[in-house]
C-alpha cells in the first residue's frame, strides 16, 4: 500500500530504481498482475489495482479450507519442536502487540501460520496460499493492527495452540475455522472505511494518467 490504487507503473522508471533492466520488471509486474495486485493495460499503462472485496472472500475461504485440516492433522500428533516453536512465536506477537509495532505484529501473525504449515509437511500448499492472498493482505495492511484487533489474534491464536497442544482435533479444527472467520469479518466491518482503497463498481476502470 504504498503505491496507492490506481497509481502508474512505469518498467523504464522501475528499473532505474532498482537498477536493473526492464525484463525483469516486466516479469515481476506480470506476476503481481496474476496475483491482482496490479492491472496491464497492454500498450497504455500498468497500474495498481483497487482492493476487491469480493476476491478477498474467496482467498480467505481457501485459506480457511486449508488450515482448518492442518490444526484438525496438527492436533492428532503435536511435535514437541513444533510447539515449543509457536509458543515462542506467540510471546513474540504479544511483545508487539505491546509495543504496537504494526508490521512486526503482521510478520509474527504470518509466521505462526508458517510453523503450522511447515509442521504439517504441506510447504506446498503454503505456496498457493501465500499466491492467492494478495487482496486479504493489503487489507490487513490498509486497516492496520489496532490494538483490540490485535489482542483478538493473539486469544484466537491461543486457543488454536491449546487445542492441538491438548490433542483436540476437532477444537482445534474449529478454533482455526473461528480465527479465519473472524479475522474476515472484522475486516469487512470496517473496509466501509476505505472507500479509496476498494475496487470501482463494475464497469468503472481507475483513471489513467501519466
Known amino acids: 500500500l504504498k503505491l496507492a490504487p490506481g497509481a502508474v507503473l512505469s518498467r523504464v522508471e522501475l528499473a532505474r530504481r532498482f537498477g536493473v533492466s526492464q525484463t525483469p520488471v516486466r516479469d515481476a509486474l ?6 491482482g495486485l496490479v492491472e496491464v ?3 497504455h ?6 482492493i476487491d472485496l469480493a476476491a478477498a472472500r474467496e482467498e480467505n475461504f481457501l485459506r480457511r479450507a486449508i488450515e482448518m485440516e492442518i490444526a484438525h492433522t496438527l492436533a492428532l500428533s503435536p511435535d514437541a519442536a513444533m510447539l515449543r516453536a509457536l509458543h515462542e512465536c506467540l510471546e513474540r506477537q504479544r511483545e508487539y502487540a505491546a ?3 504494526r508490521e512486526a505484529f503482521v510478520a509474527e501473525d504470518d509466521e505462526f501460520h508458517r510453523i503450522m504449515y511447515m509442521a504439517a509437511g504441506v510447504p506446498g500448499l503454503l505456496a498457493i496460499v501465500r499466491r492467492n492472498s494478495g487482496q486479504l493482505a493489503r487489507l490487513r495492511r490498509a486497516l492496520g493492527a489496532q490494538r483490540r484487533k490485535a489482542r483478538k489474534v493473539i486469544e484466537e491464536h491461543r486457543a488454536i495452540l491449546d487445542a492441538i497442544e491438548a490433542r483436540q482435533p476437532d477444537v482445534a479444527r474449529a478454533m ?6 473472524d479475522s474476515l469479518a472484522r475486516i469487512e466491518k470496517l473496509s466501509a472505511h476505505l472507500h479509496e482503497f476498494m475496487r470501482a463498481p463494475e464497469g468503472r476502470g481507475p483513471a489513467l494518467t501519466r
Open 45 to 50: 499503462a500498468t497500474v495498481v489495482r483497487t
Open 30 to 35: 506480470a506476476k503481481r498482475s496474476e496475483e
Open 176 to 181: 482455526a475455522r473461528k480465527h479465519l472467520s
Open 41 to 43: 493495460f497492454p500498450q
Open 99 to 101: 509495543r504496537e509495532a
